[in-house]
């Protein structure tokens, strides 16, 4: 397994993590237990070493779920997970209410290390900014934990460059997590020369367009209600209807490589800059191996040219977000 390193500090993982959320929550109803250990398992046999959670996914299921897989492993995966939610004061079932105040950062700290079943914690993300906080108390929060032994490095999801900055002036980041594929690709603008310019590794989520890059998703195909998928607009019918010109080149591609569209789109992101991490989810153990095949696929600067070329010219229609998740972002 080819490594990587996220930011300054060094943080080495595997070049491809694997993200653990839809396991527990937000792609459909919740895997079977025993299937999602052993799946977890086999990612760490093939030589994945970088998984990632969140407080917020079930709640707390989710890390609990990578923490028992996950035990028999300490010290030889690294595990991300992320602070900054809580649930909404008028509708406890939901968490819906930020909070990236420290004494909150330091209670989630002190519950995910237990769920998680470690003594520290890799790699601590602010899921979302929280903009009732300074960001400079939040990094000074995690500094804290930091010099106690109990987080290793800090990192921010959906943030933007100045907050970045701001962030990282206090305490160095180590990672931003954020959606980037060739579904989304908006973070070349300011975010990407921001992070090279501060030497902060990049962690793109939904690498595969939320599925949509594997070529799996037709006009035609439902999604239930408990899949984060049916609210978003960019999945409605007709954008899905639309956005298959950008499927159909990756797919061109993908058969001039002989190799798969989710490998083409994976493949792409690792050869944009080698401190770029993505983590696909799946909950598949043959989805699973077709990701870690994207290891296999050389693409030149000319091929990453010539696909950028060709996928410029489609208009994708449909936002990524609804709009309460969508005014989170780039903050």
Known sequence: MHKRKLGKAGLEVSAIGLGCMGMSWSYGPPKDK?????????????GITFFDTAEVYGPLINEELVGEALA??????????????????NDSDKWTALNSR?????????GSLKRLRVDALDLFYQHRVDLNVPIEEVAGGVKDLIQQGKVKHFGLSEAGAETIRRAN?????????????????????????T??????????????????LTGKIT???????????????????E???????LVDVVTDFARQKNATPAQIAL???????????????????????????????????????????????????????PAFHAALVGR
């Open 72 to 89: 028999p492993f300490r010290g030889q995966v690294a595990i991300a997970t992320k602070f900054g939610w809580e649930p909404n004061p």
């Open 169 to 193: 002036a206090v305490q160095p980041v180590a990672a931003l997590q954020s959606e980037y594929s060739l579904f989304w690709r908006e973070p070349e603008g300011e975010i990407i020369p």
């Open 34 to 46: 025993q299937e999602m250990i052993a799946l977890m398992r086999a990612a760490v046999e093939r």
């Open 267 to 321: 493949a792409w992101l690792l050869a944009k800059q080698s401190w770029i991490v993505p983590i696909p989810g799946t909950t598949k153990l043959d989805r699973l191996d077709e990701n870690l095949g994207a290891l296999n696929v050389e693409l030149t600067s000319e091929d990453v040219a010539a696909i950028e070329a060709a996928s410029s010219h489609i208009k994708l229609e449909g936002a990524r977000y």
């Open 239 to 245: 954008n899905r209807k639309a956005n298959q010109a």
């Open 219 to 237: 006009p035609e195909t439902t999604f239930d209600s408990t899949d984060f998928r049916s609210t978003v607009p960019r999945f409605r019918e």
């Open 102 to 110: 420290p004494e909150h950062i330091k209670q989630v700290a002190e």
């Open 195 to 212: 992070l090279e310019e501060l030497g902060i590794g990049f962690v793109p989520f939904s690498p595969l367009g939320k599925g949509f």
